[in-house]
């Protein structure tokens, strides 16, 4: 689990595709999150989940599944681009964002920045498995980093960047046009299923447990 809170930016040192395969090796370099980071471990990347699989330096190494390519915007990355990188909560730390569980719900535009007094309101379209769970006031997640809604709209959402987020993430780097990783709040998510009635065709934990009794 994470929260949303960007430790660093690092920055792509290679985005190796293998040949003839649809996954890629995606090397980083890094200082804040390498500590006590071990080869296994989980690192969000630009808001994705991913394992480290080799730690050179102060340099992570992932391989990337094709899947994790199809879902999200990393295949986007290039040598030197800046990404948002934070290491999985500790039990006992404060969840200063909200709930990141690194779970791509889909790729969102950059379709404007504008300046309101020392901030900023940034515009992203997203897809309908982010809207239907964006509400005002609520949380989401944009590359990695945990957001407050300020509007949304039927194709996008709205969010305000302070000062201090816009300096200490990849969104200095971003401009109107480029894809962002995005992920909705998870409660939004359970609140919906456990709302969905129940059918004949479905089986609840207690007939499943009977029946493996049988």
Partial sequence: MFTGLVEEVGRVTALEAKDGAGDARLGLSAGTVTGGTRVGDS???NGACLTVDEIEGDALV???MPETLRRTAL????????????RAMAAGGRLGGHIVQGHVDGVGEVVDVRPEDDAEIW????????????VEKGSVCVDGISLTVVSVERDRFTVSILP????????GQLGVGDRVNLEADVVGKYVERLLQPWTSERVTPFERRTEDAV
């Fill in 62 to 64: 992932f391989y990337t």
């Fill in 164 to 171: 201090h987020t816009r300096a200490n993430t990849n969104l």
């Fill in 75 to 86: 295949g986007d990355l290039e040598e030197g681009s800046a990404v948002n990188l934070e």
């Fill in 43 to 45: 690192i969000l990347v």
């Fill in 123 to 134: 515009t992203f379209s997203a897809p309908e498995t982010v809207l239907r769970y964006a």
